[in-house]
C-alpha cells in the first residue's frame, strides 16, 4: 500500500497543473489580437526557472519523483507561454526578452547544476545545495504575491487580487506543506509554509475588501491587462513542487 506522502502529491499535482494552466485565458488573448500588449514575460521565465530547477530537484532526490513530475510539466507548459510571447512581442522588447531567458532559463540553470555537480560528490549534498537554491529562488518570488497584497489596500479593490488564484495559493502552500512534513523535506516546507501564509493572508484580505468601495482604479483596456497581469503575478509565485 502507498504511503500517505504519495496520496498528498498526487493531490499536490493536480492543484498545481490547475495554477500552471491558470495563465491560459491571458495568453488566448495574446494570440487573438497577435500582440503581448503591455504583458510583461518576466512572471513566466521566472516560473520556468524555478520548475526547471525543481525537476531536477526531483530527479536527484530519492523518493521526490512527484516533485519531479508536475514541475516537469510545468516547465513544459511555461515554455509555451514563453515561446508565445516571444513570437508575438514587439521587436524592441523581443530581443530584451531572449537576452533575459538566455540568461535566466539556459545559462543560469546550466551553471547551477554544473556548480552542484562539481562542487560535491556526494549525491545528498548535491540534492541539498539544489534545494537550497530552489528554496531560495522560490521565497524571493514572494514579493508577487505581496504586490498584490498592497495593491489591494491601497485600492480597497479585491480586482487585482481574484479569489480562486488566492485560494489555490492558500492550497498549494497547505498540500505541498503537508507532503514536505510527511517527506522530512525542509527545502519543500520552508517556501510552501510562507505560499501557505501568504495565500491566508489574501484570503482574509478579500474577505475585508471585497464589499468595500474602491478607490483610485482606472478604467479602460490598461486597466484590463494590469488585472491580468497582477493575476499573472500571482499565480507565478506559489511554489509548484
Known amino acids: 500500500m502507498a504511503e500517505p506522502s504519495f496520496y498528498i502529491g498526487v493531490i499536490g ?48 532526490t530519492p523518493g521526490e519523483y512527484l516533485v519531479s513530475t508536475v514541475n516537469g510539466f510545468g516547465a513544459l507548459v511555461e515554455i509555451i507561454y514563453v515561446s508565445l510571447f ?23 540553470p546550466i551553471v547551477a547544476i554544473a556548480a552542484t555537480r562539481s ?7 548535491r540534492s541539498q545545495s539544489m534545494g ?58 520552508v517556501p510552501n509554509g510562507v505560499g501557505f501564509v501568504f495565500g491566508t493572508m489574501q484570503l482574509i484580505l478579500y474577505g475585508i475588501y471585497r464589499n468595500a468601495k474602491p478607490v483610485g482604479l482606472s478604467n479602460g483596456s490598461s486597466s484590463e491587462i494590469a488585472a491580468d497581469e497582477e493575476e499573472g503575478l500571482t499565480s507565478r509565485a506559489p511554489l509548484l513542487s
Open 13 to 60: 499535482n493536480v492543484i498545481s497543473v490547475l495554477v500552471f494552466l491558470s495563465p491560459v485565458e491571458t495568453f488566448w488573448k495574446i494570440v487573438k489580437r497577435k500582440s503581448t500588449e503591455e504583458y510583461k514575460s518576466l512572471p513566466y521565465i521566472c516560473t520556468l526557472l524555478g520548475s526547471s530547477l525543481w525537476t531536477y530537484y526531483g530527479i536527484v
Open 86 to 108: 516571444l513570437f508575438y512581442a514587439p521587436r524592441h522588447l523581443k530581443l530584451n526578452t531572449i537576452l533575459v531567458v538566455a540568461i535566466l532559463n539556459v545559462f543560469f
Open 119 to 125: 562542487a560535491f560528490k556526494d549525491e545528498k549534498t
Open 132 to 189: 537550497f537554491i530552489c528554496a531560495g529562488l522560490n521565497i524571493i518570488m514572494y514579493g508577487s504575491p505581496l504586490s498584490a497584497m498592497k495593491t489591494v489596500v491601497t485600492t480597497k479593490s479585491v480586482k487585482y487580487m481574484p479569489f480562486w488564484l488566492s485560494f489555490f495559493l492558500f492550497l498549494n502552500g497547505a498540500i505541498w506543506g503537508v507532503y514536505a512534513s510527511l517527506q522530512h523535506d525542509v527545502f519543500l516546507l
